[in-house]
């Protein structure tokens, strides 16, 4: 623990992270360590071991880690876990489980940005259930589409003009 802890005060988090995950092995879920483990993963991408200790630190003790709700609903949001995602966002902004430790300013942030981010997962969760015709996509002619690989075409002005 020591060693990851000196390392996350760093910033050197995938370091960090390997440390953690020893002491995940030793101490069997601790919630300090599994929520630090979280934190981690956030922060280098790895966003599926994140859902999976954020999960685990709101088993343990979401009282002392009030916000790892908030981040596990992240992290299911960006693997594309959009209904649980939207699930645990809803349940973030009813239960206003953010600690009282915390000033009323930055728990009012942590609620809005919980519902712009339920807003995505409803949106998300919408587009996924249309047809690709729905969403008005059409395969243009060359010179836009070719027989090669084109990507990162992007619409500029009126949409008129398209650089590839």
């Excluded at 993963?41 to 630190?57: D, E, P, V």
């Excluded at 070719?146 to 949409?159: I, R």
Aim: with cysteine.
């Amino acid at each position: 623990m020591k060693n990851a802890n000196e390392y996350f005060d760093k910033e050197q988090y995938h370091t960090a992270a390997q440390y953690y995950q020893l002491a995940v092995g030793l101490r069997d879920y601790h919630p300090e360590i599994t929520y630090r483990l979280a934190q981690s993963y956030r922060i280098i991408f790895n966003y599926s071991l994140a859902a999976h200790y954020y999960q685990k630190t709101v088993e343990l003790d979401e009282i002392t880690y009030p916000l790892s709700p908030f981040y596990l609903a992240q992290m299911q949001k960006s693997i594309g876990d959009f209904k649980k995602a939207k699930d645990g966002f809803e349940n973030f902004i009813t239960t206003n489980s953010v600690s009282s430790f915390m000033p009323k300013s930055e728990k009012d942030n942590f609620i809005r940005q919980a519902e712009v981010e339920m807003e995505g997962c409803l949106w998300a969760i919408d587009q996924l259930g249309k047809s690709w015709r729905e969403m008005g996509f059409t395969i243009l002619p060359e010179p836009v589409n070719s027989s090669s690989n084109d990507y990162a075409a992007v619409t500029a002005g009126d949409d008129h003009v398209v650089t590839i």
